[in-house]
């Protein structure tokens, strides 16, 4: 006697990403509509892991140009100066100034480097089809997804200093590029997440929760 399906997927339901509103399709329909805000769903996100490889892959290679090339150039009477996150941090640290610089350090190095780090492990964790820590990977997830929604502070502290700091001629402070390399590096790993299918996580342990069952 086989056991019945631990999923909603094996149950033939559809889970709504808009309202969350859970819904079963036509009879032989692969896809269907959400009742309630008539949005197309679907049993699982199409090609969720290409896509996201994709994205992550991106945003490894832009994370090097973002943290070798400046940042901030400021121009002075005595000349230009230009400066990349990591020198960003040293000059801030100070008696005073140091908890702007963690600040600086973790926004804008450590952070999008984990993010990184942990989409690759969720996404290698899916290909070899592991069904263990899926509780914990699944937290992982969710951690990545909350944190990726203040990203971009970094890049608008940045915006900010370069329009409002303007005294010229006597002192005036221009983005670089690493300055937008920055901002993909955020971007793609923000789309990364939204393409990665956390349902993914689950289908190994719904399987083995049914092989055994």
Not at 167 to 195: C, D, I, N, W
């Amino acid at each position: 006697m086989s056991a019945a399906p631990s999923s909603a997927m094996g149950w033939g339901l559809q889970s709504c990403h808009v309202c969350g509103l859970l819904s079963r399709p036509a009879a032989g329909a692969r896809q269907g509509r959400c009742p309630r805000c008539d949005e197309m769903l679907d049993f699982r996100k199409h090609a969720s892991i290409e896509r996201t490889w994709a994205f992550v892959i991106a945003a490894a290679i832009c994370y090097i140009p973002a943290n070798v090339l400046p940042v901030l150039t400021t121009s002075t009477a005595a000349g230009s100066e230009s400066d990349t996150i990591l020198q960003g941090v040293v000059l801030l640290w100070s008696p005073t100034g140091w908890p702007l610089s963690l600040i600086v350090l973790f926004a804008s190095i450590m952070i999008p480097s984990a993010k990184i780090i942990a989409l690759i492990y969720l996404l290698i964790g899916v290909h070899r089809g592991s069904a263990t820590n899926s509780h914990q990977r699944v937290r992982l997830y969710r951690t990545v997804e909350f944190i990726g929604r203040w990203s971009m502070v970094d890049v608008f502290v940045d915006t900010f200093t370069a329009a409002l700091v303007q005294l010229q001629p006597l002192m005036s402070v221009r983005p670089g590029p690493g300055l937008l390399f920055f901002a993909m590096v955020v971007v793609l790993t923000m789309l990364a997440v939204e393409s990665f299918d956390p349902r993914l996580i689950w289908d190994m342990a719904s399987a083995n929760e049914v092989q055994h069952g």
